[in-house]
């Protein structure tokens, strides 16, 4: 089971953790939601981005990763009288 955990808030391969409902999954997908997590659950949407996060293989290799998160404004127009 791949887990994550994040170095760059001091947290060590001790503090590493799975992703809810992601077991078995391919590494570059979950990657992708331990960044939807972290987003969603860990205050992510008060965090600086890109973060550096580090995933635990099932051998125990440790990779580290650049996630980045675009942002697209949506505006609306109100009129002024």
């Not at 391969?13 to 939601?33: G, H, Q, T, Y």
């Not at 981005?49 to 995933?55: D, H, L, N, V």
Request: a negative charge; hydrophobic letters at 40%; one cysteine or more.
């Amino acid at each position: 089971m791949l887990k994550f955990f994040r170095p760059e808030y001091g947290e060590t391969i001790e503090d590493a953790r799975s992703v809810p409902k992601c077991n078995n999954m391919v590494e570059s997908w979950f990657v992708l939601e331990a960044a939807e997590y972290i987003y969603h659950e860990e205050d992510g949407w008060e965090s600086h981005w890109p973060q550096t996060i580090a995933i635990v293989t099932e051998i125990g290799e440790i990779k580290l990763y650049s996630i980045g998160l675009e942002y697209n404004p949506d505006f609306y127009v109100d009129e002024v009288l």
